[in-house]
């Protein structure tokens, strides 16, 4: 039985507090806000669960295996690292911290220690996300061509972070699991309409050593809500709406044909041919995320092995995130990564 | 009477051929194409309608007055260049031309002849445009925010230009009628998935001297149609979808509200406040645009008037197009446009 | 502060019980159920709430004020004798009762007893179909000349009554509170594909003394979920679409002229005129119509007044019923209604 | 080749015209219409044409091969038998006549002359249609459990016969060569909200000597454009919806399984088990149905053979028509039809 010590019970720490209680295999131990009513009200739900106001004297609890940290990005660093130098296991919300220096040395921290880190990329664990992997694993959708996804609404303006950092991230998550290659290159722009707050409309394309690009479109301030990608291959195309109740993925058999082999004299025109044939939504499961997620969590830490959104993951995410961001200050500047290579498990 | 000869009768040819024969004040005189069974097919609808296979013989027919070009963008010039020396009124399908250089000279051509010159940019004259049009300038969307439009489907592969060409440009044309600014920059992404083609998916940033920003994604390699704008502005946003048989223009009573005044000591939070209002569906005309679009151009040549889309606006349109195009063969690299600064009519 | 009991905590009965628990003005008191495993939870989730096996035993505590029926329906009619009897007041499902003549004796006993007897017809407490309820009192939609719902999807099949009990009974609470008349008569349709089972589809409709009528389709064995209702009068039209996230009610003023002055000799196309203008969707609350509901339920037990949903709705209800039930037996046969007259607040 | 002489140059008639004069087989030879300006109309499009606008001259033109009749319902009795009797093949416009009577001496006369007799259900050649008619006979959908229709919007009010007649019709002309068997019995509701008018709106259910059920929703006076058709089997189930540009057919793998086997002891509950499976949009044909409809017409005379859609098809769809509108005047009131027996091709 693994206990965990939950910090930070604002918007997302309740579901967390909720599925740690509700796992076989984990039991809620203790959980930590700065804020008394919030506390007031952990205790009336689960009455008998620890509750700290510090979260410096929660890491240092001795009955606490693993700490889950849902606070604002900017304090993930310092609880993470306090966290695994107490040889406490690590669960953090997305993104995972403020810069790539930052990652690597909860990273290194992590492994120093033998400890378990995860990043909290929830869509990985989603029955439409671990559908569209497979897909591309399997070779269904034959040579991957674009990534393309519209994450858009009237959202709260985070104080912190630009939008990119609060919606991109989901996308660059679900693409660091579900795409063969990781980017090497980024362009963004976007635009801030707060006098001098963060952007609130953010584009992001990504580049790749094969023919492939991703793009991400995010913004705060549209009036409607939007939550759709296109997954583009050579076989077939994936839509993915995740405002859909059911039907979330739709396959489609359409395309182009490109004729490799072709002769001097012949015009271009030829060389394309288009296929438009029938369409699939496959079932999904309709397992929470954040459960299986968390069944992982326990797994990992019980074998000892690697999370699939563990703190490499979670790094290349804030990778792209900084220099995207870099690069939107410079009107769509394209800046290489350091790519990390893709390690498949 | 305004008797009118029609280059091209191929995808859109017969479109205007349509109207022209239609519409009170023009005649349909002529009609060029240099594949004699598409002439048979004319003489079979329209009887009594002269035919040339030859385009340089028909520019010089005396009983014409007017030439609309309707054949590939790279043709524009030559035959645009002919029917305005040989004294002709000119309508060009949009693209307008090839490059700036070829605008101008054609812009030049037109004024010293005193012809009127008009590039199709049919949207402009749908009803839907129209509203938006109406909603920038009479103030009821407050300041402008942004322009988003996304404009993707299975699409024939163009061999002499590629999508932004072909895609974009539609936006672009709505743009210079309904934006209260004209561009200043542009970033554009993009990919060819076809060895030696043009790029088949692209993404095109415009920034402003104002706060706002545009971003037009389009794509001949989806799956699905999409034809999908966001016009964001301080009072109310739009939401325009071309493919709605009814309720193309949503208006939503939607933004924030950002507190100007704020004092040192309250936290960013505060600063925004959100609106969520009721959504209004405005009923629209049925009018088809080309209709509107070539009784307009006769008022223009009746009464020596300057069109909305005349060669100057077409000119601009293919100014984002060339600079878009270099940028995206730079991964976003922005490039700044040598703005004309917008005349209003 | 109202004591509150309730029965049944299976589907519906834990909404019933958490909002009791959070509603000012209510104190959870008791929940009973006869399976454990239900009561376990109850204990879990509630500590300090008092549990029964026994509805017998429940009713008769002293320390209860209101008890709530949240069980099958075939057995609303004794626990609900029950605890008027006990000089409860009493929240029961919907449908009452298994026929009418259960209600009438159970409004009887409520007022004999001056106890305050609500029916939860939840839908009349959301936001959309109080925003109906308002559209047809203003005046706003003119006459009412229909009311058209479809309520369909693959749906648990029940085995005490047909589909009309289960799913019409939505759209006959609704009309009850919305309608500005009770139908006077009923023919029903339907189909059972279960050997010996209740009909899983159905087709209800109403027959009015004014030129009004209503229809309703229901099915549970649809591949689809569909909850769209249409209300059509002489001045506006709505549709309501129950699982549209936002803008549920979406009002069109559409419709017809009818020119009442015609003379003999005009034909009688030209009586007719048709409009055809703009849509609007009104931004409605989002409170959770059970709390709203829960604090009416307060109101009227405080100041002893007559709930929007009392005995007598629910009666009129379960009469359409019957009623429809029997026509369905007889392929459409119509039934009359002993009406009984709208009672307006 | 078959020389086509078409009365009725109004609404549709323009669509038969066009289809005569482009299909092989067939030769436009003549157009009636007793309005002057029509027949200008057709003059100038179809020079060359014979134009008369007595359409008793016109069926006496020995050169004319086959009559289409595309005038008001009311008409079709005498101008059909008219040309039958003339020793034209006919063609005649949904619905075929005003009752079973004229529709049976039609067809005795057809036979008798050893004429073509074909009504123009032209849904029945639809691309969409006819995959349901595969669905059913190839055993894809299993045993039929029922059809449901929408179809609805703000419509022109006919003047001579009712919603049912104007829009049901293209149910049960589907019906009719989808269903596996004819409907034995029709219980009709609906109202006219005009003075002196046709009912606007009409529910009409039909029951089959199998387990199923049938139910068509059609309606003048609706805000928004719905055709929607529903048709459930014990394998699987179709979403028919027309205006979808794409993927109008839709197939899901959801239903339930009935246990036929249980002891007497087990709960009926336990007899239902549910499946909800994958679903799957078959590509379809884009053809135009008219011109599938003509060849087939085409195919028949020149073969002697009976077309899909012959005079027996027509009157069985009046048939149901006509005691349809009787029971909608009797509330409901359900009326036996004389069925006629499928005749399966």
Tied chains: 1, 2, 3, 4.
């Excluded at 880190?117 to 439409?128: Q, S």
């Excluded at 913004?219 to 859909?244: C, I």
């Excluded at 979670?314 to 995207?324: A, H, Q, T």
């Amino acid at each position: 039985m693994i206990n965990v010590g939950v910090i930070g019970y604002g918007y997302w720490g309740p579901n967390l507090v909720r599925n740690f209680a509700e796992t076989d295999g984990t039991r809620l131990a203790a959980v930590c806000d700065a804020r008394a009513e919030r506390l007031a009200l952990v205790e009336k739900r689960y009455p008998g669960t620890k509750t700290f106001r510090s979260w410096q004297e929660m890491v240092q609890d001795p009955s606490i295996d693993l700490v889950a940290v849902s606070t604002p990005v900017s304090t993930h660093f310092d609880m993470g690292m306090a966290a695994l130098r107490a040889g406490k296991h690590l669960l953090v919300e997305k993104p995972m911290a403020m810069n790539v220096d930052q990652c690597a040395r909860m990273v290194d921290e992590a492994a120093r220690r033998n400890r378990v880190l995860m990043v909290d990329h929830t869509f990985v664990y989603t029955p439409a996300v671990r559908k569209m992997h497979e897909l591309v694993s399997d070779g269904s959708l034959g040579d991957i061509y674009y990534y393309d996804s519209v994450r858009i609404n009237l959202g709260l303006f985070q104080h912190d972070v630009n939008v990119i950092w609060d919606l991109a991230v989901h996308d660059l998550a679900i693409m660091d699991f579900v795409m063969p290659e990781r980017p090497v290159a980024v362009s963004a722009t976007g635009i801030s309409h707060v006098p001098g707050g963060n952007e609130n409309i953010g584009y992001l394309t990504m580049f790749f050593n094969s023919k492939m690009i991703a793009h991400v479109h995010v913004n705060w301030l549209a009036p409607v809500k939007v939550r759709s990608t296109l997954l583009g291959g050579s076989r077939k195309m994936v839509v993915y709406d995740d405002l859909e109740p059911s039907e979330k993925i739709k396959i489609y058999d359409r395309g182009i044909t490109v004729n490799p082999d072709t002769s001097a004299d012949k015009v271009y025109k030829l060389m394309v041919g288009y296929r438009s044939g029938d369409m699939w939504a496959p079932r999904l499961d309709t397992a929470e995320a954040l459960g299986v997620e968390i069944r992982h969590l326990v797994d990992c830490i019980e074998h000892g092995t690697r999370p699939i959104t563990g703190g490499e993951a979670g790094m290349e995410v804030v990778r792209i995130l900084e220099n995207g961001t870099r690069s939107m200050k410079e009107q769509g500047q394209p800046i290489e990564l350091a790519a990390a290579g893709k390690v498949t498990a």
